[in-house]
Nanobody
Framework: QVHLVESGGGLVQAGDSLRISCAAS????????VGWFRRAPGKEREFVVG????????LYADSVKGRFTVSRDNAKNTVHLQMNSLKPEDTAVYYC?????????????????WGQGTQVTVSP
C-alpha cells in the first residue's frame, strides 16, 4: 500500500507561482512513477505531468509545458510541482497518483494509488 498526501495549494493571482507537493509513504519502494492530474469544475480529469520514481523520465501535458516543472526529493519521498506563470484556467483540484507497474504515463487508469487532492485557485 502506498499513501499519498498533497499539500501546498492555495489562492494566487494570474502570473504568480505556486509549488505543490506530494508526500509518499508506505511501500514507496514499489513505486515506478508518479503523476499529477487535475480536475477543474465541470471538466474531466486531466493529465498534467508524470515523472519516473528515479526522476530520469518526465512527461508534460502541452498545456503546462514550459510553465510547470516536476522534481523529486529522494530523501523525503516527495514529488514537487513548481507552477509558474499561472493562469485562471489552471484552477483545479490537483491530485498526485502513483503506479507500481510500468513507467511514466499520461493515463489515469495506469495509476493505482491516489491522494485526496489540493485546491489551486488562480484569480484573474
Amino acid at each position: 500500500q502506498v499513501h499519498l498526501v498533497e499539500s501546498g495549494g492555495g489562492l494566487v493571482q494570474a502570473g504568480d507561482s505556486l509549488r505543490i507537493s506530494c508526500a509518499a509513504s508506505g511501500r514507496t519502494f514499489s513505486m515506478n512513477a508518479v503523476g499529477w492530474f487535475r480536475r477543474a469544475p465541470g471538466k474531466e480529469r486531466e493529465f498534467v505531468v508524470g515523472v519516473s520514481w528515479s526522476g530520469e523520465s518526465t512527461l508534460y501535458a502541452d498545456s503546462v509545458k514550459g510553465r510547470f516543472t516536476v522534481s523529486r526529493d529522494n530523501a523525503k519521498n516527495t514529488v514537487h510541482l513548481q507552477m509558474n506563470s499561472l493562469k485562471p484556467e489552471d484552477t483545479a483540484v490537483y491530485y498526485c497518483a502513483a503506479r507500481t507497474v510500468g513507467w511514466t504515463s499520461s493515463r489515469a487508469l495506469d495509476y493505482l494509488y491516489w491522494g485526496q487532492g489540493t485546491q489551486v485557485t488562480v484569480s484573474p
